[in-house]
Structures are given as structure tokens and as C-alpha cells.
Nanobody, 119 residues
Framework: VQLVESGGGLVQAGGSLRLSCAASGSTFGFKDMGWYGQAPGKQRELVATITRGGGRTNYADSVKGRFTISRDNAKNTIYLQMNSLKPEDTAVYYC?????????????WGQGIEVTVSS
């Protein structure tokens, strides 16, 4: 299984970015997928997750109303639309995917992509 993230970079406060994560290599597809962020000197934390059908999403309180997670199952790709960015959103963002298995599912992580928000 491979997860490839794209779309990060440097943006000014108040700006927007759109992260993408393309997943591949799972025979039976992916169940839950999402984004986690790790700010400098801090632990990795949940940003947003989305279920396989896209009907249920979950957000960290700090991003509610500003970030939107979406999913295209035909492309095995998830997106994170990040609006009204704040300096405290600066982090490495990791894509997460739960690969469906015959006996049990397995969790996978992307390499991470940097998002820097300047004040």
C-alpha cells in the first residue's frame, strides 16, 4: 500500500491550501481515511477523518468550520480543503488509510507533507 500526499507549502495567514492523498495497492480498497497533523515539538494529532462512503466525517475542534475533508473512491483519493489558515495550523500533515483485509484491516501512513502558515 502506498499513500502519496501533495498540495502542501507556504501560505500567509488567512489563505487556503488543498491537500490531496492518493492511495494505491489495496486489493479490497480502503475503509476510513484521514489527515493527522504534527506541529513542531508536539505529538501527531487527528485533524479530520472520513468513512468509506463519505457519509461521516470527524474534525478536530480547532479546524471545525475552516477545513473540509472529502473523498473520491473511484480514485482512492482524499482531499483536505484548508481555509482561513492560521499560523498554529503549521505542521506536517500525514495521510492515513485503513486498508481492508481478508482477516483484518491494516493501517498505513503517508510520508507527510509540510504546511507552513506565516503571520
Amino acid at each position: 500500500v502506498q499513500l502519496v500526499e501533495s498540495g502542501g507549502g507556504l501560505v500567509q495567514a488567512g489563505g487556503s491550501l488543498r491537500l490531496s492523498c492518493a492511495a494505491s495497492g489495496s486489493t479490497f480498497g480502503f475503509k476510513d481515511m484521514g489527515w493527522y497533523g504534527q506541529a513542531p515539538g508536539k505529538q501527531r494529532e487527528l485533524v479530520a477523518t472520513i468513512t468509506r462512503g463519505g457519509g461521516r466525517t470527524n474534525y478536530a475542534d480547532s479546524v471545525k468550520g475552516r477545513f473540509t475533508i472529502s473523498r473520491d473512491n473511484a480514485k482512492n483519493t482524499i482531499y483536505l480543503q484548508m481555509n482561513s489558515l492560521k499560523p498554529e495550523d503549521t505542521a506536517v500533515y500525514y495521510c492515513y488509510a485503513e486498508s481492508i483485509g481478508v482477516i483484518r484491516n491494516s493501517d498505513y501512513w503517508g510520508q507527510g507533507i509540510e504546511v507552513t502558515v506565516s503571520s
